[in-house]
């Protein structure tokens, strides 16, 4: 009798492992990975308070994580130039039965979804930390803008933490509908000519904004990619999603942390931003590049002390080619730019990526574009062998990443990028 209860005891013991073990897996599978993460963040809910529009009363906010936007359709005549905080009151919606009115319906929820679930499992760790932080408050999808993508910090008292910043990030509706073996090719095809050419301004107005759709410029610029073996999903899509977002990545890091890089004068707007002059990390700091406000020089000659926008000058006569692309300044520029197809653009075109560490048409804008446009190719290189920009089809070409690759100063861009990275990590 005695054997007899052992050999249960024993048996029950047994079970109760077998079942224990059985259970295990169970209770692994529970934790969700980051991407699953991302997905049920992608149908969630955000609450948090912000000072109104001017740094009026507060405003208690309730709307979803991932918001449809329609730039066009609330009145922000009110709002003073770059306030921040429009950003995260402007209209939103939240489902495809809300988002019919703009055009947005089930099915494009779901590839919207898919699309960002796929660029984020090809982020950088420090994107996707962003994309997880709960200091991210809002991912807009713009719907008839003509903004590519946006940024957006403001501080506030109840952020996570405590008192801190919160953070709104944009992207525009046709990403998600370009072609999913060349979207990348047509993106940038149409970035290098929609602010550097002449009737780049009416084709925007006419294809991203009318038509919601990337077009690129009849007889202008021309990309080719060569991805890598298995990379193929960077061609589409998602590989426009990965450039925005590192762009904005490095908004985030230059410009939106305690201690930026970037400081907006009082009541000024952000074409009037200027460097701070906090000192570099030894790691960083070379001869003559001593200090944060000198970190412009590696890519701008003259960099005056007044640091306005277009006082940053190329060494000449590079600066009268920067001059005729006149990135984002249309209103001075109509007449002064190339027609698409014309020799003395190709020229500009070549001049202005050889060897200059400015790596494409936003880069010749000001200092904080060049750097954010080595943060964006920077997280497409691991998926990227080549991206070569043509001025126009059969022209001289330009090979992003071997410019990356051979710029004098590439070792101190990414090492100051590494430094800037690392303060906005430590944030979220």
Known sequence: MKTFEV?????????????????????????????????????????????GVGGGTMVRVEAPFLCITDAGRADFGAIPADDDTASFLQPCEAAAGNGAQLGVAVEDMDRYRSLL????????????????????????????SGVNGASTGI??????????????LAVNAAVFALDDNSGLETYQSYYEGFQTLRGGTEHRAEHLVGNRSYVAMPNGPVVRLHERKGASAVRGPVGV?????????GHFALSILPSPALVTPPGGTHEQDQWSDASLPASVARPGLRRESNAPQLFFAQAPDNRALMSYELAPPLDAARARFCFARAPQCGVQRSTPGSRRFAADFVALYR??????????WKPDEAFCEW??????????????????????????????????????????LAYRQGQLAATL
């Open 155 to 168: 501080v506030v008292d109840d952020a996570p933490g405590g008192r801190g910043y919160i953070y709104a």
């Open 117 to 144: 679930l796929a660029a984020f499992e090809h982020s950088t760790p420090l994107m996707q930390r962003l994309l997880l932080s709960p200091r991210l408050k809002r991912l807009s999808i713009l719907v008839g």
């Open 241 to 249: 999603l990965l450039k925005i977002f590192h762009h904005e990545l």
């Open 375 to 416: 943060m964006a190719f920077d997280a497409l290189q691991p998926y990227v062998h080549s991206l070569r920009l043509y001025p126009m089809a059969g022209a001289e070409g330009i090979d992003v990443f071997e410019q990356m690759r051979r710029f004098r100063n590439r070792a101190e861009v990414m090492a100051y």
């Open 355 to 364: 060897g200059t560490g400015l790596l494409d048409s936003i880069a010749t």
């Open 7 to 51: 050999r249960m005891k024993l048996a029950v013991r047994y079970m109760g492992l077998v079942a224990l073990l059985a259970m295990a897996p169970l209770a692994w599978a529970s934790e969700p990975t980051d991407g699953e993460r991302f997905r049920l963040r992608l149908h969630s809910t955000e609450r948090y308070a912000i000072p």
